[in-house]
Nanobody, 127 residues
Framework: QVQLVESGGGLVQAGGSLRLSCAAS????????MGWFRQAPGKERKFVAC???????????DYADSVKGRFTISRDNAKNTVYLQMNSLKPEDTAVYYC?????????????????WGQGTQVTVSS
């Protein structure tokens, strides 16, 4: 059974940092696209970041404009885990953050293209 389990969410003041983790089990996602999405109350789920690697092992990351320069996505294939380092957090970053996996190497920002999802972790940024 494939599972993605997020952790690391919490309450932080504006300007602070959090590091989210997503541990995968049930299969390896080392050659697949891993992404982070977020959903604020009453709003649709939105793309945050994704990471992929090509056949040579070079990593590529994509970010939503709203988080560029503040968030960093990374992965540790040995641990089958992906991370989201979030710095300079703002109140508008408050949301439930979801980890997702898309089979294959083609990155996409559309949530409908992802095959597996975690249960989400709450991030709350106070002003």
């Amino acid at each position: 059974q494939v599972q993605l389990v997020e952790s690391g969410g919490g309450l932080v003041q504006a300007g602070g940092s959090l590091r989210l983790s997503c541990a995968a089990s049930g299969r390896s996602f080392n050659t697949d696209v891993m992404g982070w999405f977020r959903q604020a109350p009453g709003k649709e789920r939105k793309f945050v970041a994704c990471i992929r690697n090509d056949a040579s092992g070079t990593y590529y990351a994509d970010y939503a404009d709203s988080v560029k320069g503040r968030f960093t996505i990374s992965r540790d294939n040995a641990k089958n885990t992906v991370y989201l380092q979030m710095n300079s957090l703002k109140p508008e970053d408050t949301a439930v953050y979801y980890c997702a996996a898309r089979l294959g190497r083609i990155a996409t920002i559309s949530s409908g293209d992802y095959d597996y999802w975690g249960q989400g972790t709450q991030v709350t940024v106070s002003s």
